[in-house]
């Protein structure tokens, strides 16, 4: 059972990153300038191989701790790999003026991909909501105090930003459509930008309520790699009959400099999206939605091939 919503407390920012070092130089100013005093910034670094771990180091004055997630009581049920692995966890902080944060940065030993860094991120939380940024993103200085005000309808699950590609002058994005044709779910961009309900928050930009997001049991790692985890686990809020919103006034820039492209290649992105829509279907459709899935399923094989 979820509780009321405390939106005058701290906030925790989740930031996943993987060879993201030259990206977290270019962006982190943005969002620790949006951040107040007090909040969380929790870095998820997946086993980067650049030099992202000494330079966060030395940013933020990080020492290490002992963790040990069968001692610390880490919930498996939410990252099931969790207890099989080894995690570095160290503590930093950032002040400037009269504003203090708290650093967490979490060291994967091995790399899990997007769903699994951003679960891990949520359970070691230290806040009730949380602000989850890819590392090539760059929030408006009054992106939180824009997105916190909808959460005092404790019906809230998420809120997503509105996000430009680079500038002002970019493509805009944030709130989606979602609907069911010819066996598949498909999805574009809504046909307007106002505030109000959309069909997911983006996992690259927008504010969840933890304990909604636990209860949910965080993205479904099925959808491994990536695609269709952000979609999926705001699909499942709304079946709890929670709601997922969009805000107009919390603007963020997105770069697009952290492709899954540069490490899979655009052909087996392609094949990853498709097989991730084709589980998302039989996952999340009705009856009458599995069975128009498999009666399409022939088409779409004859079309793809």
């Known amino acids: 059972m979820n509780h009321p919503i405390d939106t005058s407390q701290p906030i925790s920012v989740v930031v996943p990153t993987y060879n993201g070092k030259h990206l977290l130089k270019k962006h982190l100013p943005s969002v620790l300038a949006t951040m107040r005093s007090g909040d969380e910034l929790l870095i998820v670094d997946d086993a980067s191989t650049d030099d992202t771990a000494h330079w966060l180091k030395k940013a933020f004055q990080l020492k290490e701790v002992n963790f040990d997630p069968e001692i610390d009581d880490l919930p498996a049920k939410y990252f099931p790999p969790v207890n099989d692995m080894q995690l570095r966890v160290l503590f930093g902080k950032f002040a400037e003026a009269a504003k203090k944060i708290r650093v967490t940065v979490i060291r994967n030993k091995d790399n899990l991909r997007f769903a699994a860094s951003v679960n891990l991120g949520f359970v070691l939380s230290s806040n009730r909501l949380v602000f989850l940024l890819n590392n090539d993103v760059s929030p408006e200085p009054n992106v939180v105090e824009k997105l916190l005000p909808h959460f005092k309808d404790e019906e809230v699950f998420g809120v997503a930003c509105l996000e430009y590609e680079n500038n002002r002058d970019g493509e805009i994005s944030g709130k989606n459509k979602l609907w069911f044709e010819k066996g598949l779910f498909w999805h574009s ?54 709601k997922v919103l969009f805000e107009e006034e919390a603007v963020v820039y997105h770069q697009h400099e952290s492709t899954n492209e540069s490490v899979f290649g655009q052909k087996k992105i392609e094949e990853i999206s498709w097989k991730h829509a084709n ?15 498999l009666l399409w399923k022939p088409y779409w094989a004859w079309k793809r091939y």
């Not at 809504?190 to 690259?204: H, L, P, R, Y």
């Not at 927008?206 to 997001?213: A, L, P, V, Y």
């Not at 039989?282 to 009458?288: H, R, S």
């Open 189 to 242: 961009k809504a046909d307007n930008f106002i505030s109000g309900e959309t069909a997911w928050v983006s996992g690259g930009s927008g504010m969840f309520d933890r304990e909604k997001w636990l209860d949910l049991e965080g993205f479904d790692q099925r959808f491994y790699p990536a695609y269709w985890e952000d979609t999926d686990i705001s699909f499942r809020a709304k079946k709890w009959g929670w």
């Open 279 to 293: 589980a998302f279907a039989w996952k999340n459709g009705n009856l009458f939605q599995k069975l128009q899935h």
